[in-house]
């Protein structure tokens, strides 16, 4: 993978302009962020939802959760954990063969004086056949040679054929994201870091103006990752405000969302309870409406005049009755206490490709400001219809 070109797009200090970047896989594919990668929790999605469709991707991501319910702990312990977690990988990589695929390891920063976890991460990535992509931990805050760390990391990666991708987080404290962040695009301009991840926390207004200020310089893919899919920032009730564009207009390529590890013995006693026996009693959902950049509370999107219409492969242009109908319901009649919230993720993967589409052809047409009054009117519209 390589980095062939960058538009800065609208640097003035009122500007919004999201960037391009040029990502050649190889001497025939290449292709224009901003992209949305596909996820786990899309393929989990289309499995259980038995979608045929083809999930249109450049580029393939998976979040992996080493963290929560003693996740960190097991990661440490190289016992078992970490070959079901590998075994995942493998899978996922597999599925989306011909893709560039890259793991996010969700751990905890680490202090890069003991290398072991570094050496148990880069193993567990190492040995998953086809893996274009090798995610490195995030480094404390204290340690000072990043640039060193890194450049380890990518040269030992670059010995398996992979890249390595190093990882900041936007918690950091801004003096040492901005410091890391400059080293990074030295690296990408020398091509060994065509890749870098981000990981996403809320209030992080002074590191993302560094890498607004930084966007026309850094060679490299950028992802947001663990990016919530609405930041409980309320338009009107019901009505949430996402934050992907906000992402994209400081300069970064792509998002992701968090991969949260679902307890085994909820879902199996949920497989064993009664189905549900009426709309409300199914799981909540958000009907994620890109073209407005927000997400509509499943029980509002249930009851609008209006709801927004959306011809994503998904949805095909169906009516809200014809969404409920083909998702809500099992092949028996029953209700299906997950069918919605499973078609409203495939949605919102989906929905989002189309809507980058048309917020590509603005960068490139340098009509920001004609998109941005498109995302104003078409809220204005879900607005009215809430009131
Ligand atoms: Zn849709």
Redesign the pocket.
Same mark, same amino acid.
């Given at each position: 993978m390589e980095i062939i070109d960058v538009d800065p797009g609208d640097m003035r200090v009122a500007g919004k302009g999201c960037r391009v970047v040029r990502v050649r896989i190889s001497s025939s594919v290449s292709f224009d962020t901003p992209v949305r990668p596909i996820s786990v929790s899309e393929t989990t999605a289309k499995d259980y939802l038995g979608y045929r469709g083809v999930i249109e991707s450049q580029i393939a991501a998976m979040p992996i959760d080493l963290q929560s319910n003693n996740g960190f702990e097991r990661f440490l312990a190289q016992n078992g954990f970490i070959h079901e977690n590998q075994l995942t990988l493998q899978s996922f990589v597999d599925r989306n063969h011909g893709k560039p695929c890259f793991p996010i390891l969700q751990l905890p920063s680490l202090d890069y004086s003991n290398r072991v976890p570094f050496k148990i991460a880069f193993e567990m990535q190492k040995d998953v056949d086809g893996l274009s992509m090798m995610c490195m931990p995030e480094i404390d805050q204290q340690f000072s040679d990043y640039g060193e760390a890194v450049e380890d990391w990518c040269s030992s990666c670059e010995e398996f054929g992979r890249i390595g991708v190093p990882q900041l987080s936007l918690s950091d404290e801004p003096s040492v994201f901005a410091r890391r962040l400059r080293t990074l695009c030295d690296l990408s301009k020398t091509g060994q870091v065509p890749m870098i991840n981000i990981r996403y926390s809320p209030r992080s207004t002074i590191q993302l103006s560094e890498l607004w200020n930084m966007k026309g310089e850094i060679d490299a893919l950028i992802n947001c990752s663990e990016v919530p899919s609405t930041t409980n920032r309320m338009v009107v009730n019901g009505v949430e405000r996402d934050v992907e564009y906000e992402l994209l207009s400081h300069g970064f390529d792509s998002i992701t969302r968090k991969k949260r590890k679902v307890n085994r013995k909820f879902m199996a006693s949920r497989n064993f309870s009664d189905p549900p026996t009426s709309l409300d009693k199914i799981d909540k959902f958000k009907v994620a409406t890109h073209q407005a950049s927000v997400a509509i509370k499943g029980d509002v999107w249930r009851h609008m005049e209006h709801a927004p219409h /959306?011809?994503?492969?998904? /949805?095909r242009g169906n009516s809200r009755s014809e969404l409920i109908d083909r998702f809500a319901y099992k092949d028996n009649g029953e209700l299906d206490q997950s069918g919605m919230r499973y078609f409203a993720r495939l949605?919102d993967h989906?929905?989002d490709n189309l809507e980058l589409g048309i917020l590509k052809r603005h960068i490139f047409e340098r009509s920001i400001g004609e998109y941005e009054s498109r995302l104003e009117d078409n809220l204005k519209k879900i607005v009215n219809d809430t009131e």
């Open positions: /959306c011809s994503c492969p998904v /949805c949605h989906q929905s």
